[in-house]
């Protein structure tokens, strides 16, 4: 019999957030710096949004592009200092985020964007009281999909695989959650490319939606529990 879930475990950009507008702004920003008259757009900077920021820094830059890890710790100084709007946040996330906490399930982050940039951006948001967890990346962590950041989401839970799911929008949070045997839901309004299938994961268009199969799947285990 599976166990009930416990524990809701949240990719960041592309599930949460939107991060593209902010990625637009400052890489434009770096671009109109390094003499180009060249501009992004959205388009371009979500096909690289959910791969860390070498891939995005290093695919947008492309020819401006100098030494690229000088490049991304730039990039990432001044995405420290850009405060991360409130229409950011997908719709429907705020309410259901703070719904989900109240309903008594246990929130985390696990997110390939650096650990101090994680925490920025959920405190931004005003909601770092509903995520008790938040693991991003280090240079001492291997970034998603190898298992240790979800790990270190599970270790700080004190939970097991069976009582978590991870929610993602991306082929390398699928095979995250693959790696370490967590249920995955699939957002589908995220940065995943059109060619991209979950199946047979639970898929969400709304976050709404994700926060009503939250719901059934309480009422459900009440049931359980009281025929028994």
């Known amino acids: 019999m599976m166990k009930p879930l416990q524990n809701i475990i949240f990719d960041l950009d592309g599930t949460l957030i939107d991060s593209a507008p902010v990625f637009v702004d400052i890489l434009n920003e770096m671009l109109r710096e390094r003499g180009s008259i060249r501009q992004v757009g959205l388009p371009e900077i979500r096909q690289f949004a959910s791969l860390g920021g070498p891939a995005l820094v290093g ?53 390939n964007k650096p650990q101090h940039l994680c925490e920025k951006v959920i405190g931004d948001l005003d909601l770092t009281a509903h995520f008790p967890v938040i693991v991003g990346s280090s240079p001492d962590r291997m970034a998603k999909p190898a298992p240790d950041l979800m790990e270190l989401v599970m270790a700080g839970l004190v939970t ?69």
């Open 59 to 111: 695919g947008v830059l492309a020819q401006e592009c100098g030494d690229l890890r000088q490049e991304v710790a730039d990039f990432r100084a001044r995405y420290a200092l850009y405060k991360t709007p409130v229409k950011s946040l997908y719709e429907g996330v705020a309410d259901g985020v703070k719904q989900l906490a109240a309903d008594g399930y246990r929130l985390a982050i696990c997110s």
């Open 160 to 228: 097991t695989p069976a009582e978590c799911l991870y929610v993602g929008d991306s082929e390398i949070d699928h095979a995250l959650a693959k790696a370490t045997g967590v249920r995955f839901a699939f957002v589908t309004y995220g940065y995943a490319s059109d060619q991209f299938t979950a199946d047979p994961s639970e898929q969400f268009g709304r976050f709404s939606d994700l926060v009503q199969f939250f719901k059934d799947e309480g009422a459900r285990v009440q049931s359980t529990r009281g025929a028994a």
